[in-house]
């Protein structure tokens, strides 16, 4: 167990449609991470909180947005969803900025149907 | 064009054997390379993290390789078990801490 909570663990929608994934990061720990991960494909980094400002943007659609909240914990929002937006959405957390040691939750597996 | 290769995709071994994973990446400046471990369906572990003066790492019967001279790194899997079975995945990141992720290896291991 990492200590990167996730919620929730899976979760159905239509397309169009707008959902939110919640990720509490580990205890101390000031920066989180979104990754997308789409069947068979690898790790795809979307964005980095660090202690509730925006540090860094990877390839995040302009249909998802995050924010990170006073207590730490971040949602990742995914609007207008669509077929391929299908995946497994990783949280992950470090102590510090520069994610030397970034420890991964257990994921929400997106359906979009 | 990806930054991080790896090599092979995927590989089946017996059980009790010893297997080796390729990286080679472009990544510059160079600031670490990790190997995560990932089981399907679940999020990364980290295995190791090695820098630039860093040449050899080991965790249990991992162990990483780095040659920063020629932006390769390794990971050899001794004696390995049925719990080996999993995707690796080389990450490296450079001096800004952006990380590139290869596409990993998915690894079987067969009684």
């Known amino acids: 167990d990492s200590g990167v909570t996730q919620t929730p663990k899976h979760l159905i929608t239509a397309t169009g449609q707008r959902v939110t994934l919640r990720c509490s990061p580990r205890?101390?720990?000031?920066?989180v991470y979104w990754y997308q991960q789409s069947l068979d494909q690898g790790l795809q980094f979307l964005i980095q909180y660090y202690n509730g400002e925006e540090r860094a943007k990877g390839n995040i659609l302009e249909r998802f947005s995050a924010q990170q909240f006073p207590d730490l914990h971040s949602e990742l929002n995914l609007s207008s969803l669509e077929l391929g937006d299908s995946a497994l959405y990783f949280c992950?957390?470090?102590?510090?900025?520069?994610?030397?040691?970034?420890?991964f939750g257990p994921g929400t597996r997106l359906t979009v149907t | 064009k990806n930054q991080v290769e790896q090599s092979p995709q995927s590989l089946i071994i017996l059980e009790g054997k010893n297997c080796t994973l390729q990286?080679?990446?472009?990544?510059?400046?160079?600031?670490?390379l990790r190997w995560y471990k990932q089981d399907t369906g679940r999020g990364p572990v980290s295995l190791t993290i090695m820098t630039f003066s860093e040449n050899t790492k080991s965790n249990g019967r991992y162990t990483a390789t780095l040659d920063a001279d020629t932006k390769q790194s390794s990971l050899h899997i001794t004696a390995s078990q049925l719990s080996d079975s999993a995707s690796y995945i080389c990450v490296v990141a450079d001096s800004w801490g952006k990380l590139q992720f290869g596409a990993g290896t998915q690894v079987v291991v067969t009684p």
């Open positions: 992950a957390s470090s102590v510090d900025g520069g994610g030397y040691e970034q420890y």
């Open positions: 205890s101390g720990d000031l920066s």
């Open positions: 990286c080679n990446y472009t990544v510059s400046p160079f600031s670490n």
